[in-house]
C-alpha cells in the first residue's frame, strides 16, 4: 500500500511538473521567439528619405514687365511706348501712330508753329518724325519700359491694336481701378487723400498755354510734351516719379495716377488717370468719357492688361 501512495504521488508530481514544465515552456518559448526576433532597425542618420508629399502646385504668373493684380490679372508695370510689330524699331512718342495721320500732323504743324504763340515758342522746332514712319503703313507694338517718355498722341483704336500686337489686351475699367488703388484699396496709389506732387497730375502751366497762349488750340502739336516749365518737364519718364507707384505683393505699377490718360476697354470712348496737366483730384477714379474711340491728342497714352499665365 506505501508502495502504491508512492506511485501516485510520484505520478501526482510528475503531471504537476509536466504542466509547469509545459507552462515554462511555452512562456519560454514565446520569450525565446521574442528574444530571438531581430528589433525594428531605427533609421539612418543621413540615410534615404520616404516619399515626400506632393509639391503645391505652382501659381499663375505674369510676364517680367507686368505686375500681379488680386491674384487674378496682370497689368504693365509703365505706360507704354510703341514699336514697329514688324521691325521693332521705335515710332516716334510725339506723332500718331499711322503713317497718314504722322506725315499730315508733321506738315500742318511745320506751318502751324510759326503763327501761335510768343517768340519763343515759335522758335521751338518740331521733333524729328523718322522717315520710314512717312514711307510705308506699320501697326503699333506696346512695350512697357522703365525711364523712357511714354508714347501720347494715340486714339482708343490704336491702342487696343497696339496690346494685342503684345499679346494682351486694354484693361476693363474695374481691372484698372483696382491696379490703380493697390493691396490697400486706397484712392490714390500712395494714400486715401490727394496729396500735391505725389503723382505727376494737376501741375503748375499747361502745355497748349505755354505753346499757344490758349489752353484749349492744337492738342495735336507735336512739341506738347518736350514742354518744360522753370526748367523741368511736364511729361516725366516712365517710373521717374517714385511715389506714384501702386503697389501688389513685392511689386509696384508706375504713373496710374498722371503722367498721360490711359485708355481702357470701352468702343464708346473712355480714358482714366488724368494726365500732367490735367486738373484732378479724383486719382484713380478720375475719368474722362467726352470723346470716341478715335480721338487722340498728346495726352493719350496706353497702358495694357493680360490674363495670368499658367507656369511652364
Given at each position: 500500500?506505501?508502495?502504491?501512495?508512492v506511485a501516485v504521488l510520484a505520478g501526482c508530481r510528475s503531471e504537476r511538473d509536466r504542466g509547469a514544465a509545459d507552462a515554462g515552456a511555452a512562456d519560454g518559448g514565446a520569450g525565446a521567439a521574442d528574444a530571438?526576433?531581430?528589433?525594428?532597425?531605427?533609421?539612418?542618420?543621413?540615410?534615404?528619405?520616404?516619399?515626400?508629399?506632393?509639391?503645391?502646385?505652382?501659381?499663375?504668373r505674369c510676364p517680367p514687365e507686368m505686375v500681379r493684380v488680386a491674384r487674378r490679372f496682370c497689368v504693365d508695370r509703365y505706360e507704354a511706348v510703341l514699336l514697329d510689330r514688324e521691325t521693332g524699331l521705335e515710332?516716334?512718342?510725339?506723332?500718331?501712330?499711322?503713317?497718314?495721320?504722322?506725315?499730315?500732323?508733321?506738315?500742318?504743324?511745320?506751318?502751324?508753329?510759326?503763327?501761335?504763340?510768343?517768340?519763343?515758342?515759335?522758335?521751338?522746332?518740331?521733333?524729328?518724325?523718322?522717315?520710314?514712319?512717312?514711307?510705308?503703313?506699320?501697326?503699333?507694338?506696346?512695350?512697357?519700359?522703365?525711364?523712357?517718355?511714354?508714347?501720347?498722341?494715340?486714339?482708343?483704336?490704336?491702342?487696343?491694336?497696339?496690346?494685342?500686337?503684345?499679346?494682351?489686351?486694354?484693361?476693363?475699367?474695374?481691372?484698372?481701378?483696382?491696379?490703380?488703388?493697390?493691396?490697400?484699396?486706397?484712392?490714390?496709389?500712395?494714400?486715401?487723400?490727394?496729396?500735391?506732387?505725389?503723382?505727376?497730375?494737376?501741375?503748375?502751366?499747361?502745355?497748349?498755354?505755354?505753346?499757344?497762349?490758349?489752353?484749349?488750340?492744337?492738342?495735336?502739336?507735336?512739341?506738347?510734351?518736350?514742354?518744360?516749365?522753370?526748367?523741368?518737364?511736364?511729361?516725366?519718364?516712365?517710373?521717374?516719379?517714385?511715389?506714384?507707384?501702386?503697389?501688389?505683393?513685392?511689386?509696384?505699377?508706375?504713373?496710374?495716377?498722371?503722367?498721360?490718360?490711359?485708355?481702357?476697354?470701352?468702343?464708346?470712348?473712355?480714358?482714366?488717370?488724368?494726365?500732367?496737366?490735367?486738373?484732378?483730384?479724383?486719382?484713380?477714379?478720375?475719368?474722362?468719357?467726352?470723346?470716341?474711340?478715335?480721338?487722340?491728342?498728346?495726352?493719350?497714352?496706353?497702358?495694357?492688361?493680360?490674363?495670368?499665365?499658367?507656369?511652364?
Amino acid at each position: 500500500m506505501i508502495a502504491i501512495a508512492v506511485a501516485v504521488l510520484a505520478g501526482c508530481r510528475s503531471e504537476r511538473d509536466r504542466g509547469a514544465a509545459d507552462a515554462g515552456a511555452a512562456d519560454g518559448g514565446a520569450g525565446a521567439a521574442d528574444a530571438g526576433a531581430p528589433e525594428a532597425a531605427p533609421p539612418l542618420v543621413g540615410g534615404p528619405e520616404g516619399p515626400r508629399p506632393p509639391a503645391p502646385p505652382a501659381e499663375p504668373r505674369c510676364p517680367p514687365e507686368m505686375v500681379r493684380v488680386a491674384r487674378r490679372f496682370c497689368v504693365d508695370r509703365y505706360e507704354a511706348v510703341l514699336l514697329d510689330r514688324e521691325t521693332g524699331l521705335e515710332i516716334s512718342a510725339f506723332y500718331p501712330p499711322s503713317r497718314q495721320a504722322a506725315a499730315s500732323v508733321e506738315r500742318i504743324w511745320s506751318k502751324m508753329r510759326l503763327q501761335l504763340g510768343d517768340a519763343e515758342a515759335r522758335q521751338m522746332e518740331l521733333p524729328l518724325l523718322p522717315g520710314w514712319q512717312k514711307q510705308r503703313e506699320f501697326e503699333p507694338r506696346a512695350v512697357s519700359r522703365r525711364g523712357v517718355l511714354p508714347q501720347g498722341y494715340t486714339t482708343g483704336a490704336q491702342a487696343e491694336l497696339a496690346c494685342r500686337n503684345a499679346g494682351k489686351r486694354l484693361c476693363a475699367l474695374d481691372e484698372w481701378r483696382t491696379a490703380c488703388r493697390g493691396e490697400r484699396d486706397e484712392q490714390f496709389p500712395y494714400g486715401p487723400t490727394y496729396a500735391d506732387g505725389k503723382c505727376n497730375v494737376f501741375r503748375e502751366a499747361h502745355p497748349a498755354a505755354v505753346l499757344h497762349r490758349d489752353v484749349t488750340l492744337g492738342h495735336s502739336d507735336p512739341r506738347l510734351n518736350l514742354v518744360r516749365v522753370a526748367g523741368a518737364p511736364l511729361l516725366r519718364r516712365t517710373g521717374e516719379t517714385a511715389a506714384c507707384a501702386s503697389a501688389w505683393e513685392d511689386d509696384a505699377i508706375a504713373d496710374m495716377v498722371g503722367n498721360l490718360d490711359e485708355w481702357i476697354d470701352d468702343p464708346e470712348g473712355t480714358f482714366v488717370g488724368g494726365f500732367y496737366a490735367r486738373a484732378t483730384r479724383e486719382g484713380c477714379m478720375a475719368r474722362v468719357t467726352s470723346h470716341d474711340f478715335t480721338y487722340y491728342d498728346y495726352s493719350t497714352g496706353v497702358r495694357c492688361c493680360a490674363d495670368l499665365r499658367a507656369p511652364p
